[in-house]
């Protein structure tokens, strides 16, 4: 069973950058790929992007790619998520995911509860 722990969450302005981190455990990490979603109010969850199992291939959705960079750390059982130009638009809580097998925006196994991103100003 693994655990996510999602946190850099908060209030920032239209325009600032932002790092999410997702601490994992209670397995092997390098065994998950693992993927980043959202979900805004009164809408559905969004896949984000995801990062492969070594951290060699990412795969961004069409609505954010350009904007967000995922990377992972093996050695610290961490997958972060960078954001830049934040606009209200992104507002939403955002989840980690992991997965075993091939990084994908579907079919994961376990979710994090997720962290509140507000972007207002």
């Known amino acids: 069973q693994v655990q996510l722990i999602e946190s850099g969450g908060g209030l920032v302005q239209p325009g600032d950058s932002l790092r999410l981190s997702c601490a994992a455990s209670?397995?092997?990490?390098?065994?998950?790929?693992m993927g980043w979603f959202r979900q805004a109010p009164g809408k559905n969850r969004d896949f984000v992007g995801g990062i492969s199992r070594s951290g060699s291939s990412t795969y961004y959705s069409d609505s954010m790619k350009g904007r967000v960079t995922i990377s992972r750390d093996n050695a610290k059982n961490t997958v972060y998520l960078q954001m830049s130009s934040l606009g209200p638009e992104d507002t939403a809580v955002y989840s980690c995911a992991a997965k075993k097998g091939l990084v994908s925006s579907v079919l994961y196994d376990y979710w994090g509860q997720g962290t509140q991103v507000t972007v207002s100003s």
């Open positions: 209670g397995g092997t990490f390098s065994d998950y790929a």
